[in-house]
């Protein structure tokens, strides 16, 4: 009977601290946001009813949904073939792989944000490289633009869409590919019809990761998209900062996370968690 | 024994992949060596006066400091969180342990734009009890990092914690060991590694969050990542281009000796 007792009061005393801590740092603060929804400036339903009408926001709803599907894809494709050498290529392709991957995943958004920017802006490399070969005479536009975001959001999610592929690949049975090469099957058909297949809790999973990532997606499009090309989430910060709209910033933040956790649901329907890793 | 190894047109592919993202990585290279105040390519002569400012501006010191000392606090306050909590799982498994958990998880599924209105409305609610803990101070960036970071070093504390062996607790706790000597002197000994991951992690977190910071800083706080920021957005200062070689050789040292560690201890 003591033992079960101080059992409960143990658990509870050293799990307290930390439930208590995001309890009032993080759960009665978000509760605050979703009040202001209602609240500001005027009680009711009326920001909700702004979002549904208001050009603007359907606009960069609809651009957020846009530039998440296109890095979606993009990332996948990218990840997966890098993931295909670091998990199935000789030593040496792996260990090569393994710094391409980790390398970029550890250095700061910020940083690679600049990056981009140093790469692709009217003075950056690429433009000054292909002014000096005399391929154009004006400069590209390469940043300040949607393709800009694209391409720096692409870059930041391919190392986080890399993991969930890697598992997959990791656990799939070697034999089958040898069988279906050794009963002469091509490259090209092994891949498609047996590899692939066999990941796809894999790319699922990398997906899903990916699309719910860029939709709350802050720094590079800020930096990338100039201004030109906002997000959600740089339009939530707009709201609050520059124009105080706070009820309205509140409202797109109530939005985004109830959309947020429908696709987790439906994720973990058909991925268990711990195939992502 | 055979093995299945990607053929020729993955490795071209995978070359393309590994091209695109280093290209960023080392673009920075040249650019911080522009003898220019502004952003551009260098033509003929090499300067390092974008390096020599760092360390003769004082704002980038200070910046650098005030992200170390929040990184510090913010970890330290992380990892104790995250300790106790998870020795409090794996010790006494009690009932809705995964809803607890999943909600100890969310500051880090929650779209990062979101934890960061929620932390303004914290902060500036808080602002209007005590001036030192609020809005724009650092302390309030600390906590908020906490808040952030703390899901990781759960996570990370969690995952050693699975692997070590229920067996030596329950011979401690057969021996008659107390509660606070099964903690200190069996399990955390054991978990050593996970917990020293785990405030790492934090620390890195913290030391490059800008997502939140910005949210939460105007003129007092500015931390590395915010002063980058301002930055880019406004004049594009070469300096960032200096410092960001500086973190990513950092970076790869760092990543150069963990794999050589790790490996070491994979071949004894």
């Known amino acids: 009977m003591r033992g079960i007792l101080s059992d409960r009061m143990g658990a509870a005393l050293l799990m307290a601290p930390l439930l208590l801590f995001l309890v009032i740092a993080y759960a009665w603060p978000f509760l605050?946001?979703?009040?202001?929804?209602?609240?500001?400036?005027?009680?009711?339903?009326?920001?909700?009813?702004?979002?549904?009408?208001?050009p603007l926001v359907q606009s960069v709803f609809i651009r957020t949904l846009r530039i998440a599907a296109i890095v979606t894809i993009v990332s996948v494709i990218a990840a997966y073939a890098i993931t295909v050498v670091w998990v199935r290529g000789s030593?040496?392709?792996?260990?090569?792989?393994?710094?391409?991957?980790l390398v970029p995943f550890w250095i700061s958004v910020l940083t690679r944000a600049f990056g981009w920017v140093a790469l692709l802006?009217?003075?950056?490399?690429?433009?000054?490289?292909?002014?000096?070969?005399?391929f154009i005479s004006e400069?590209?536009?390469?940043?300040?633009?949607?393709?800009g975001v694209v391409v720096g959001m692409s870059h930041f999610l391919i190392p986080f869409a890399v993991f969930p592929l890697a598992s997959a690949m990791r656990s799939l049975d070697e034999r089958v590919l040898l069988a279906a090469r050794g009963l002469g099957s091509s490259r090209m058909r092994t891949f498609w019809t047996v590899?692939?297949?066999?990941t796809r809790s894999g790319i699922i999973g990398s997906a899903m990761i990916v699309f719910v990532f860029s939709l709350g997606f802050f720094v590079t499009p800020a930096i990338l998209g100039g201004g030109r090309s906002v997000m959600i989430a740089e339009l939530i910060y707009l709201r609050i900062f520059q124009s105080p709209d706070w009820g309205l910033g509140a409202a797109i933040s109530v939005v985004l996370v109830v959309f947020v956790g429908t696709l987790m649901a439906l994720l973990f329907r058909h991925v268990k968690p711990k195939q992502l890793v | 024994?055979?093995?299945?190894?990607?053929?020729?047109?993955?490795?071209?592919?995978?070359?393309?992949?590994?091209?695109?993202?280093l290209l960023p990585l080392l673009a920075v290279i040249p650019v911080s060596l522009t003898p220019s105040r502004m952003l551009t390519m260098p033509t003929g002569e090499l300067s390092l006066r974008h390096y020599r400012s760092l360390i003769e501006d004082p704002r980038w010191l200070e910046s650098i400091l005030l992200s170390i000392r929040i990184g510090v606090v913010s970890s330290a306050l992380s990892t104790v969180l995250a300790l106790t909590f998870s020795l409090g799982v794996w010790m006494f498994q009690p009932r809705f342990t995964a809803a607890l958990v999943g909600f100890v998880l969310l500051p880090m599924v929650v779209p990062p734009v979101v934890s960061a209105v929620t932390l303004y409305f914290l902060l500036t609610s808080v602002s209007g009890i005590t001036s030192f803990f609020g809005y724009d101070t650092w302390l309030g960036v600390a906590m908020a990092h906490?808040?952030?970071?703390?899901?990781?070093?759960?996570?990370?504390?969690?995952?050693?914690l699975s692997q070590l062996d229920r067996r030596i607790d329950l011979a401690a706790r057969g021996l008659g060991a107390s509660v606070w000597e099964r903690a200190t002197r069996v399990i955390m000994p054991n978990i050593k590694f996970g917990i020293v991951t785990a405030a790492l992690l934090s620390f890195v977190l913290s030391w490059e969050e800008i997502g939140v910071t910005l949210f939460i800083t105007s003129v007092n706080a500015i931390t590395l990542p915010r002063l980058m920021w301002m930055g880019l957005r406004d004049n594009i200062d070469p300096a960032i281009a200096a410092l960001s070689v500086i973190l990513i050789i950092i970076t790869v040292l760092v990543l150069a000796?963990?794999?050589v560690v790790t490996r070491r201890q994979a071949t004894p």
């Open chain 1, 195 to 198: 590899f692939v297949p066999m």
């Open chain 1, 91 to 101: 030593p040496v392709q792996r260990v090569l792989a393994e710094f391409c991957i």
């Open chain 1, 32 to 54: 605050g946001v979703v009040k202001w929804s209602f609240t500001l400036p005027t009680p009711g339903l009326g920001q909700y009813g702004a979002l549904v009408s208001d």
């Open chain 2, 1 to 21: 024994m055979p093995t299945y190894r990607p053929g020729p047109v993955s490795l071209i592919l995978a070359v393309l992949v590994a091209l695109f993202l």
């Open chain 1, 139 to 147: 400069p590209l536009t390469l940043v300040r633009n949607e393709f």
């Open chain 2, 146 to 160: 906490s808040v952030m970071t703390v899901p990781f070093a759960t996570v990370l504390i969690l995952v050693s």
């Open chain 1, 121 to 134: 802006s009217n003075r950056g490399l690429i433009n000054t490289w292909l002014q000096s070969i005399g």
């Open chain 2, 257 to 259: 000796v963990r794999s």
